[in-house]
């Protein structure tokens, strides 16, 4: 599963800078622009998972912009947090009746603002954030970083614990090295593919004792899956 995608439409350079590094550094992907025309286009061809929009812009407002997402299938419940300048009770109820989910008011402190976008995310894809994965007898706990096998604890080092949660996301999605290294690794990072080998290898011991079923399935000439079976069973 890709990181999250995040839509901010800001016509403050600066704002928008800050945002996208602190937004970056939480593990999201961020796209920008300045004008709400333009995210509109964004909107319809590839629709990310949480919008941050700006209440006033030049040319189409950020408000006429999320009452028009509102009347589209496909934006009709995208998350939306609007920015704002202004604080006034009245102007508050008018963004949240465009149909924003939340709402900002500028300055606001940063850290605030990133525990709104992760409550949104996590309100709108349950599935993304939820703080415990299990698949048959595995269980990770994204919040403890800790991972269980039956009774036993099992321990991972931080890449090999990532892997895991990445792959226990998507039972049965077969995944390429290249998805692999984009989605643990971090598409910036420059390592060779031959790594994903090494860190499945030393993931396979750390969770597979004796004649314990191994969950992690091999497909020759692609790359590598969570076994569906093994994560619907409880083996
Ligand atoms: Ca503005």
Not at 38 to 45: G, H, N, T
Not at 50 to 59: A, F, I, K, S, T
Not at 72 to 79: G, K, V, Y
Not at 91 to 96: A, N
Request: with cysteine; hydrophobic share 40%; charged share 30%.
């Amino acid at each position: 599963m890709t990181p999250p995608r995040i839509l901010i439409v800001e016509d403050e350079e600066a704002l928008t800078i800050l945002l996208k590094y602190n937004l970056e550094s939480e593990g999201y992907s961020v796209q920008i622009t300045d004008r709400a025309e333009e995210a509109e286009l964004v909107l319809s061809e590839n629709p990310p998972d949480l919008v941050l929009l700006d209440w006033m812009l030049p040319g189409m407002s950020g408000i006429e912009l999320c009452r028009r997402m509102r009347t589209r299938a496909q934006t009709e419940r995208l998350p939306v947090i609007m920015l704002t300048a202004r604080g006034e009770e009245t102007e508050r109820i008018r963004g949240l009746a465009t149909g924003a989910d939340d709402f900002v008011v500028k300055p606001f402190s940063v850290p605030e603002l990133m525990a709104r976008v992760r409550a949104l995310l996590r309100r709108a894809n349950p599935e993304l954030t939820q703080a415990k994965l299990s698949a048959g007898d595995i269980e990770l706990d994204r919040e403890t970083h800790r991972v269980r096998r039956g009774s036993r604890e099992l321990h991972l080092g931080p890449t090999e614990f990532r892997l895991l949660e990445f792959l226990m996301q998507s039972p049965g999605r077969v995944f390429t090295r290249e998805q692999l290294l984009d989605g643990v690794w971090g598409r910036d990072v420059y390592v060779d593919e031959r790594t994903v080998d090494v860190h499945i290898g030393r993931l396979r011991k750390a969770i597979n004792r004796g004649t314990a079923k191994d969950p992690i399935r091999t497909v020759r000439g692609t790359g590598y899956a969570f076994d569906e079976k093994f994560a619907r069973g409880r083996n």
